[in-house]
């Protein structure tokens, strides 16, 4: 669920003017899937400029703040979103840690870096949504090191219909700052798109993997 609608749309106009969300319906992007996407996501990149970096962290922070009390950690997806958790840590002066795709080959063979006891309670950001599977990947890893995942905060989701299923089946709650649905007008109101390529757009979400580019 999004945070709040002034807030996904603060979140998408930030996202497109620092081109950390770009969306080229005609020439799309290719997906490691094999997907032909018309979108390309790499929040990455608001770590670069001070003042979405600065809204996006304290956004998800007053919201940590306001759902939790302080007896928690915060844990960053590798590597999208260990910046942006960090961030958020600081802001809320609470501990940090960050979970890999998987254990380490070599040293101490850890997959979560950093001070994480049985038992503790943990708070996991995310940059971005496409499947949920990485995400809940990280999930499953601090579940298996036994801590108790109260929920997670992402940037952006693309809002598939198979990530909010994986969500909902390990009992995830998932809140995002913005979501594909709302950023579409956004970037039409700001003469990204024209609105043929929005309902283009439209019709990619619904079917990735037979959707056609837009020739118009």
Not at 164 to 172: C, M, N, Q, S, T
Request: aromatic fraction near 8%; glycine fraction near 6%; proline fraction near 4%.
């Amino acid at each position: 669920m999004i945070i709040n609608q002034n807030i996904a749309q603060q979140t998408a106009e930030f996202l497109l003017q620092i081109n950390a969300i770009k969306l080229n319906p005609k020439n799309p992007f290719k997906w490691a899937s094999g997907w032909r996407s018309p979108i390309y996501c790499d929040n990455r990149v608001a770590l670069s400029y001070p003042v979405v970096r600065t809204f996006l962290s304290k956004t998800i922070a007053q919201e940590i703040k306001d759902q939790f009390d302080n007896n928690i950690i915060i844990a960053g997806v590798a590597t999208g979103a260990i910046g942006m958790g960090m961030l958020v840590a600081q802001e809320l002066n609470l501990p940090f840690i960050y979970v890999r795709t998987e254990a380490k080959k070599h040293g101490r063979q850890n997959q979560i870096e950093g001070a994480l006891e049985a038992g503790e309670k943990v708070v996991v950001i995310e940059d971005l949504i496409s499947t949920g599977m990485s995400s809940l990947n990280a999930v499953d890893a601090l579940h298996k090191a036994g801590a108790q995942v109260l929920s997670m905060y992402a940037l952006f989701t693309y809002g598939f219909e198979k990530a909010e299923k994986a969500f909902d089946k390990a009992g995830v709650t998932l809140h995002t700052l913005c979501n594909y649905d709302l950023l579409l007008p956004v970037a039409l109101e700001a003469n990204k798109i024209s609105q043929l390529e929005s309902e283009n757009l439209k019709t990619w979400r619904k079917d990735p993997a037979n959707w056609e580019p837009s020739k118009d």
